[in-house]
């Protein structure tokens, strides 16, 4: 039992660049998320699935998309990478009826020059 | 809207001394709150929450929080402080209904001196 997983965990990028984060779970949880870490911010939702076929924006959506594959899977694309999205990046899931406890990934450290 | 504070950045306390780190939240409605710990270079873990059952919520490691909704608050605190507290903790709001759209506190890092 994994629990979240997140690939890569480091990556560097040039601007303009594009690239997908790739996130699963294996506890059988309905909901997913994606959020940024960043310096002195705490963490800001980017976008969440609140079940398989459903993505809704979070507070930081503006250039990301994110596409939840199947039931395990949810990715977080960056289709013209920018200095701005430079930061961590953690997936998360939870069971929909307790979304309040969410088990997080290892994180992915993203630099873009 | 819903908000949290984080009135310290860091704390930094010595082994065997209690440890307390401060919150203050806004919410329009009744809040659900929660304190997630973040070990270096790891994820977040949930610690304790609170959502309108007792007060005073215990968590893992011996980490207990109050709820007090006059003073708006729901610190962290532990009487012992061990040196694999070391880490960083969040602060968490979330509103009924809210589809699990939690609100971070830009969080507390906690040092532990020997």
């Known amino acids: 039992n994994a629990g979240v997983t997140q690939t890569p965990k480091f990556q560097v990028l040039k601007t303009g660049q594009s690239m997908t984060l790739q996130c699963a779970q294996d506890?059988?949880?309905?909901?997913m998320y994606w959020y940024r870490q960043d310096p002195g911010m705490g963490l800001r939702l980017i976008y969440y699935?609140?079940?398989?076929?459903?993505?809704d924006k979070g507070e930081v959506p503006n250039g990301y998309n994110v596409s939840r594959l199947n039931k395990r899977e949810f990715s977080l694309r960056l289709e013209s990478a920018a200095p701005s999205q430079t930061s961590v990046y953690f997936c998360?899931?939870?069971?929909?009826?307790?979304?309040?406890?969410?088990?997080f990934g290892p994180g992915t450290r993203l630099t873009v020059t | 809207a819903q908000s949290v504070t984080q009135l310290d950045s860091h704390v930094s306390v010595s082994e065997g001394t209690p440890v307390l780190l401060r919150c203050n939240y806004s919410?329009?409605?009744?809040?659900?709150l929660f304190w997630y710990v973040q070990h270096p270079n790891k994820g977040l873990q949930l610690l304790l929450k609170?959502?309108?059952?007792?007060?005073l919520v215990k968590g893992i490691n011996g980490f207990e929080a109050e709820f007090k909704k006059s003073e708006t608050s729901f610190h962290l605190t532990k009487p012992s402080a061990h040196m694999s507290d070391a880490a960083e903790y969040f602060c968490?709001?979330?509103?009924?209904?809210?589809?699990?759209?939690?609100?971070f506190g830009k969080g507390t890092k906690l040092s532990v001196k020997p």
């Open positions: 998360a899931s939870s069971l929909v009826d307790r979304a309040y406890e969410q088990y």
């Open positions: 506890m059988n949880h309905n909901s």
């Open positions: 699935s609140a079940s398989e076929g459903t993505t």
């Open positions: 919410s329009s409605y009744s809040p659900s």
């Open positions: 609170y959502t309108s059952a007792a007060t």
């Open positions: 968490v709001v979330s509103e009924e209904g809210s589809q699990g759209n939690l609100i």
